[in-house]
């Protein structure tokens, strides 16, 4: 990960302090590893691993995703945790950061037999969280429906409700208008700003290609579209649809309905909609998807490596806004980094508006209310609008938005830790 923060550490006055305060943030305040037994539908007993990575709590309590994969280890979960403070930074709300997850594979099994595991990973991991300590989201392999077993099955044992104890779940008992959209449309708000300031343009007839078919992807797809955008593209782990002439509202029910309703893979729409689909492509691999003028990374860490930013620019590539967490490797990161021209926003800015609005559930279930989405809507295109200003302010006259995203998120860190004693 490319922290820009090197010219702090030569300020001749706070050079040593940014030095101390950087070395302070890269250790977790508190590491959590537990078992997660399970019972199958075979009535077989299966036991899994869970962890929670509870990194930073200097701006508030912690809070991050769980992620359910499995890939997932101590490892991933530190390098997506350390990321996480900063991202939780720059939304102004008071949030340390965190992440956590299992490598538990949801794929293949019933509901059933994710209900009970999600229960017995809540069994663990209820004695660790708090409204006030510890607030965990969903992420990959975790959406509304385990976010619901895992809070009923938290309900049952601490016999707390109404405890704003989980983010993402249901309107039916404390969930927030937008959540599910949140992420997706914070990513197009956030390219909105950039393109307008930037390059004196909109998205308006802008050929974007979108990664991955989740969340994330679905609704900056959505968002996209109703500004005016060509989607040309979504993809999940074994492919990628192709729409040289956009993508259809007709093409995006499916998609939902294929991902929300069916639980399929997108091979299953071929020839369901206007789209070609590739099989063993993502749309960074892909050199016969012609000109793409914006690119939604929206599916997973390390997608976009250097072949695939260097195809990117081949294509024309104006910008890279990522909706995913870290999803260009260090590698494509200094591709981009060596055509100026290219905005490009990491996720920690494009995609905070995901946690934004788990914040501010948070703050609906502390009053006890529930919020109408206009309103939630026009916090989060606040919330946007605020990040950029941080980003484009202290990247200065010189800085690029992507060092400028690092140093604001680095320094309102660094200057709570000092407030806190923490470091001095």
């Keep these: 990960m490319a922290l820009a923060i090197e010219p702090l550490f030569h300020d001749p006055v706070n050079g040593d302090f940014y030095k101390r305060a950087f070395l302070y943030m890269t250790e977790p305040e508190r590491m959590i590893s537990f078992h997660v037994p399970w019972m199958d539908d075979e009535g077989k007993l299966n036991v899994n691993r869970g962890w929670r990575v509870e990194f930073s709590s200097a701006l508030g309590p912690y809070k991050g995703g769980l992620r359910f994969h499995p890939t997932v280890d101590d490892g991933i979960l530190k ?31 019933s509901e059933a037999e994710i209900r009970r595991f999600c229960e017995s990973f809540m069994t663990q991991l209820c004695r660790y969280i708090d409204a006030s300590t510890d607030v965990p989201a969903g992420d990959i392999g975790v959406g509304g429906r385990e976010i619901g077993f895992m809070y009923g099955q938290y309900k049952r044992l601490s016999n707390k409700h109404g405890e704003g ?24 708000y956030m390219a909105q700003h950039a393109i307008e ?3 004196g343009q909109t998205l308006e007839g802008k050929r974007c290609a979108v990664s991955g078919s989740g969340n994330v992807a679905q609704y900056a797809s959505q968002m996209l579209m109703k500004l005016g955008a060509k989607v040309v593209s979504v993809s999940d782990s074994n492919g990628v649809i192709v729409f040289e002439n956009g993508m259809t509202p007709g093409d995006w029910d499916e998609v939902i309905h294929a991902k929300q309703v069916k639980r399929a893979r997108l091979s299953l ?35 976009i490596d250097e072949a695939g930013a260097q195809l990117l620019l081949e294509k024309g590539c104006m910008g890279v806004f990522e909706g995913a967490n870290l999803p260009t490797t260090a590698e494509g990161q200094a591709v981009l980094r ?53 980003m484009v302010e202290a990247a200065g006259d010189d800085g690029t938005l992507e060092e400028g995203c690092n140093r604001a998120g680095f320094l309102k860190v660094a200057h709570a830790l000092k407030g806190l004693g923490w470091v001095y």
């Design 79 to 109: 390098f997506l945790g350390f990321e996480q403070i900063f991202k939780n930074a720059l939304t102004g709300l008071p949030l340390g950061g965190a992440k956590g997850g299992s490598d538990f594979d949801p794929k293949g099994k």
């Design 165 to 188: 104890v989980l983010t993402g779940k249901s309107l039916l008992f404390g969930g927030i208008h937008f959540r599910p959209e949140a992420t997706g449309y914070g990513a197009v």
């Design 197 to 199: 300031d930037k390059l």
């Design 269 to 303: 729409l071929e020839g369901a909609t206007s789209g070609v689909y590739h099989h063993g492509h993502s749309p960074w691999t892909l050199p016969g998807l012609q000109q793409i003028d914006f690119a939604f990374p929206c599916a997973t860490q390390n997608e």
């Design 338 to 390: 060596s055509n100026p021209k290219v905005l490009y926003i990491p996720g920690k800015a494009a995609n905070a508006g995901g946690v934004g609005t788990s914040g501010l559930e948070m703050s609906q279930n502390a009053s006890k209310t529930q919020w109408k989405k206009e309103k939630v809507d026009a916090m989060l295109k606040e919330m946007m609008s605020g990040i950029y200003k941080q």
